[in-house]
């Protein structure tokens, strides 16, 4: 009798676990896994706000999680464990987390794997980016027109293609402007840091820079320079709250496009592993308003960015004389996007080694 | 304005938080309290300081709610160790830990917001010359007056103090206070001047570098002025070297502040006779008046 009941008893334990199991199981479960904290008004903030459209738009069909502040050391036991609490997609905000990702994704072949700034892909790994260095471009060339000492410095966290061509983007816009532009750059080894990131901001103005340009996530430099009644541009958000008189623009990431694009795509089963690139022309990078800026300059900022945005403007645009006096692409084409993405080399006019 | 003296401003605003902290753990230690504790005191002042001065827009009730929240902690970090005797060294990591996470948690609807920052007198930073000042004040009440000599006396040997009538339980509670306060201002410094915004552990491990340098002055309020320059400096002369371009490694660069403090922490501890003149005896050694 005892055993019946013990029969039983697991039987329906068992069938009301199967039950909920199964309710859940019928909004799908997107998850996101950010290297920072949502509230850094930068780079992770711009992905939850993509996560919140998502939500808005899909929000009958999708159930979203996520969970912040990953260290790229500890990421391989957050995105398993996200896999294992029934993930159907899983998109991994940070490109130290390309490794983890791939070995995850190899234990979990059902569920999809995408990869935000990386470079490997697998069956169930997609690598999505955004061209970054569109904007960069066009901020590069209102620093050359708005600086007085002809020095900009930027603020950059580790040597990674994508950061480089940021700093050659910004480059080649500024020289059109103003060919023997320069900047002088630091590189802080962290994507997040207030207090580096100001303290960085102070020697690059004591240095003789007077507009700041940063590759990494804070608010802090932005901050540095409206003290200090300099200028800079604000990376990935629109930092204008923190700076309203400093900053003259910002490179805004807008995700929300991509992550329902894709997330559709589960829904009606077309997913497929790619590597994306979406730049400014699909709206996933934007220039944020312009702001302490006169009319000629804005002007010009607005033209460079539509040309960009119809495709007649591309950065990279053959022939670029790079640093070691050698020349890449040819004339009138621009660079391959292989190149572009594995960049490793500064272009001339930079006067700075690149860390190895 | 000159460059060395942008350098050399930039230095001084590094240092003060590393200052602040330090001098509030030399006088906890010096009572024969060891405060590993400082980081989550210092994070929870920056988050109060950060988080009354939003809500009021007034920063100088942002300074007080800073001391307020390191005293707060520090009350708890005296209750455990003090009162119910718990292991100071395991009680003061659970501190950093709760600290960090409950700042993180308290702190999470001012993340993003533009903060007020503490306004300048004279186009400097108030809590500059407070720092020094305060460490001025350590220095001329632990050497020079009687409160400061029982302080000093229950930190060598509290079995003694005690026996010549002293409290000592209550001389290291007020040690205790003051030293969450200080660490407290230091963090409310951070939110509220430094990098005016909260971000959740915005410390970045300056608690952890405020308890080496302490033992890096070997316990003394001066020595301590000199170690937190010499931090301060060394950070920022690795970014100035990135910008004129020094042909060096910059993650070497970046972590030369880290290597400094623990060269010279080798160097003072290969001294065994200079460590053991100021190190306070009775140094995390716990207290039970035997009745």
């Known amino acids: ?356 | 304005m000159d460059a060395s003296l942008a350098v050399l401003l930039t230095i001084v605003t590094a240092a003060t938080p590393l200052l602040l902290a330090a001098i509030g753990e030399l006088v906890v230690e010096r009572s024969g309290v060891l405060n590993l504790g400082v980081e989550g005191m210092m994070v929870m002042g920056a988050v109060a300081g950060f988080g009354a001065a939003f809500l009021t827009g007034n920063p100088y009730v942002g300074v007080i709610a800073a001391i307020i929240a390191g005293m707060a902690m520090a009350l708890l970090f005296g209750l455990l160790t003090l009162t119910l005797v718990s292991n100071q060294v395991a009680t003061g990591l659970s501190l950093t830990l709760l600290g960090l996470g409950l700042s993180g948690l308290l702190g999470e609807s001012f993340v993003g917001e533009p903060g007020a920052r503490l306004p300048k007198y004279f186009g400097v930073d108030m809590l500059i010359p407070f720092s020094f000042i305060l460490t001025a004040a350590v220095a001329y009440v632990l050497f020079r007056t009687k409160a400061g000599l029982i302080i000093r006396a229950v930190g060598d040997s509290h079995n003694s103090a005690h026996a010549l009538g002293y409290r000592v339980i209550w001389v290291r509670y007020l040690c205790v206070l003051f030293g969450g306060g200080c660490a407290g201002l230091a963090g409310g410094y951070l939110s509220l001047v430094y990098t005016p915004q909260w971000v959740e552990n915005m410390t970045a491990g300056r608690g952890w570098i405020a308890l080496a340098l302490v033992v890096f002055a070997s316990w003394m309020p001066w020595r301590l002025v000199a170690g937190a320059y010499l931090f301060g400096a060394i950070s920022i002369l690795s970014f100035v070297g990135q910008t004129r371009a020094w042909d060096i490694p910059t993650q070497f660069m970046n972590s030369l502040p880290y290597l400094g403090t623990i060269l010279a922490l080798v160097v003072i501890s290969a001294n065994r006779r200079l460590t053991r003149m100021n190190a306070p005896a009775s140094l995390g050694q716990a207290f039970v008046p035997d009745r």
């Not at chain 1, 997609?126 to 708005?146: C, D, L, P, S, W």
């Not at chain 1, 022309?281 to 006169?294: D, K, Q």
């Open chain 1, 1 to 356: 009798m005892k055993k019946l009941l013990t029969c039983a008893a697991a039987f329906a334990l068992a069938l009301g676990i199967a039950a909920g199991s199964a309710s859940a199981q019928d909004k799908l479960k997107a998850c996101w896994i950010y290297v920072g904290a949502i509230g850094d008004f930068g780079w992770t903030y711009e992905h939850d706000q993509g996560r919140l459209a998502v939500e808005k738009e899909l929000g009958d069909k999708v159930q979203t999680v996520f969970v912040e502040n990953v260290a790229e050391s500890d990421s391989e036991r957050a995105i398993e464990r996200l896999a294992r609490d029934g993930c159907a997609i899983i998109f991994t905000t940070s490109f130290g987390f390309m490794e983890p990702t791939l070995k995850v994704a190899k234990k979990f072949p059902d569920v999809k794997f995408e990869h935000a700034t990386g470079f490997k892909t697998a069956d169930n790994v997609t690598t999505y980016n955004a061209k970054f260095h569109e904007g960069r471009y066009v901020i590069g060339q209102i620093a050359a027109k708005m600086s007085q000492t002809g020095t900009a410095g930027y603020i950059v966290s580790f040597p990674i293609p994508e950061v480089v061509a940021g700093i050659n983007a910004f480059m080649l816009g500024a020289q059109t402007v103003k060919p023997d532009f320069k900047v002088k750059i630091i590189w802080v080894n962290s994507w997040y840091d207030p207090g580096k990131e100001a303290d960085a901001a102070k020697v690059l103005f004591s240095q003789g820079a007077d507009i700041i340009v940063q590759h990494t996530d804070s608010t802090a430099a932005l901050q540095v320079a409206e003290e200090q009644g300099k200028h800079g541009f604000g990376q990935a958000s629109d930092m204008i709250k923190f700076a309203p008189k400093a900053q003259y623009t910002a490179i805004v990431d807008n995700w929300a496009p991509y992550y329902v694009r894709r997330i559709n795509d589960v829904l009606n089963g077309t997913w497929k592993s790619q590597s994306s690139w979406d730049g400014m022309a699909e709206g996933t990078v934007n220039i944020a308003p312009y702001t302490n800026l006169p009319d000629d300059v804005v002007k010009m900022a607005t033209e460079t960015a539509e040309a960009i945005k119809t495709g007649k403007l591309h950065p990279f645009t053959g022939p670029i004389t790079k640093q070691d006096g050698t020349v890449a692409g040819e004339a009138g084409k621009p660079l391959a996007d292989g190149d572009i993405l594995g960049m490793n080399w500064y272009v001339k006019g930079v006067d700075d080694q690149l860390p190895k």
